[in-house]
């Protein structure tokens, strides 16, 4: 599966019966609680890299890929919005493209 094939399955479950998945019940929520969601599987990411447990941050890191993903979905962001700004940061240094911001 790649991130294409995962955001699809997402966005197939925005207007799907919330009972049905738990990316439907996220989307129905709302945008702020799929941010919230995010922003939770982030820290549990970060303490896995910290305790340096590969199996487990490999886990959290696939739930905040998701959750990430939910996130987008619930402001209507696309994939390819995103993938298209990383490919338009990989034709310059990273210090400079900081220092643009």
Known sequence: MTLDDLYATILSRKDAD???SWTAQLLAKGP???AEK???EAVEAIIEAVKDDKTALT???ADVLYHL???LAARDVP??????ELSRRQSQSGITEKASR
């Open 18 to 20: 919330p009972s049905s």
């Open 32 to 34: 702020e609680k799929c």
């Open 59 to 61: 886990s959290e890191a």
């Open 69 to 71: 993903l939910v996130m």
């Open 38 to 40: 995010f922003g939770e």
């Open 79 to 84: 994939l390819t919005d995103v993938l298209s």
